[in-house]
């Protein structure tokens, strides 16, 4: 059997994306955790393969199609990949040569697609004898095609933010969901300090910089090695968590001894901010209708040290009774939500989504957010947040539960360290263009006295 290279591994790994519509990272992470490849340079390798190739994959195609006489649809989606990466390999990487490029994926197709070898080895070399020549659409005549061609994003979803933001906003956003995100974690302070993991750190020869937003953040720009591999991450110390997302829970200002409701906690990374910021002190009731994502929050609270967190497995849209309600002083409703605040970490939502996604996601998270409001006490606090930039989904769902429940008030968040993810509506929200942050939205609302 044919030893897996970083090329072959990532086609498999876009097979899957494409067909299953998995997202990459579990599949690269079992692939990375099991030791395939074995070379830090290969595995780094094929990191960058499977996310350059989705995040550039418009781009790719519209370079496969000018020099393929049919549908580069209708490609058989192996080939359509093994051009894809090797692509991607010869216009957006500096350290590859031409050639080893071009052999592999003919290998590849040879080994996998008999008879198919000879379109990808004509179509490659047509290309990088072409390179210099491929005309993309005019952005001066066709802004909105280039932006979707070259940026590599939706036609759809370029029109519906140029129509929102303006044309230089949506450029800047596109080129940012491009760029590949530096790792941000969250020093667990339950553990330790951020001084001291910043520190400790930088001695062993990580680049690492202290969060100029989020008060327990660091941002690691290069490492000698995986962090998740470091004694201070698999002892507790740190867990991956964007700088917007730590925002979240700030929005909230947990306090000690509090009763806290964590609704759509998934594997609870969020409540365990929360419990560290309680100092373990209280109580913290986590619910989602995932009983394999409650059974990951057990192991992340535990490795972090978090004990106050009780779990409940429950539909969010279903009544949790009456003994939780009006019974908790702060509630998170992190909604399921279309995810488009995340592409730059999550390439692949931008081709999962559906123009129609906000509606049918805005349906579900209205609902959450009124159900919330019951177990909430006088005088209680609730945020809604979601990973999106989706009006619909965002100030939408507020705006309608404000209309539906005259107890709830929107209320100005609590002082953040950049005042400009305030807006003047009271609003928090982050953008990758702008922050240097995942795109994050929340809304403090509140409970009034009667």
Known sequence: MMKKTPRSLAVDILNRVEAERSFAEPLLTHLLDRGAPAGAEDRKLLTELVYGTLRLRNRLDWIIGTFYSGAVASMERGIRNILRVALYQAFCMDRIPHY???????????????????????????ALRQKGEIGYPDYASRPLEHIAVYHS????????????????????????????????????????????????????????RPSLIASDGIVIDAHPFPVRKHGLFTGGC???????????????????????????????????????????????????????KMARGVELAKRLGVKIIERITADGKEDLGPLYHGQFDRILVDAPCTGLGTIRRKPEIKWFADPDDSGRCAALQGELLLR???????????????????????????EKALASDSSLVLCE??????????????????????????????????????
């Open 100 to 126: 080893a490029a071009v052999h592999e994926a003919v290998g590849l197709a040879k080994r996998l697609y008999p008879g198919r070898d000879r379109l990808v080895n004509a179509l490659l070399r047509n």
């Open 153 to 208: 994003h939706p036609l759809w979803l370029v029109s519906r933010w140029e129509a929102r933001y303006g044309l230089e906003q949506v450029c800047a956003l596109c080129e940012a969901n491009n760029r590949t995100p530096p790792s941000a974690l969250r020093v667990n302070t339950i553990k330790t300090d951020r001084e001291t993991i910043v520190e400790l750190l930088s001695k062993e020869g990580f680049r690492v």
């Open 238 to 292: 740190l867990q991956f968590q964007d700088e917007a997302s730590q925002l979240v829970s700030l929005l909230l200002n947990p306090q000690p001894g509090d009763r806290v409701l964590d609704l759509c906690s998934g594997a609870g990374i969020k409540a365990t901010h929360l419990g560290a910021m309680m100092q373990n002190r209280g109580t913290i009731v986590a619910v989602d209708s995932d009983f394999r």
């Open 372 to 398: 919330c409001s019951r177990y909430l006490k006088e005088g209680g606090t609730m945020v809604y947040a979601t990973c999106t930039t989706e009006p619909e989904e965002n100030e939408g769902v507020v």
């Open 413 to 450: 968040p609590p002082a953040l360290r950049d005042r400009s993810m305030i807006d003047a509506e009271g609003f928090f929200r982050t953008w990758p263009h702008r922050h240097g942050t995942d795109g994050f939205f929340g809304a403090v609302l509140k409970k009034q006295n009667y």
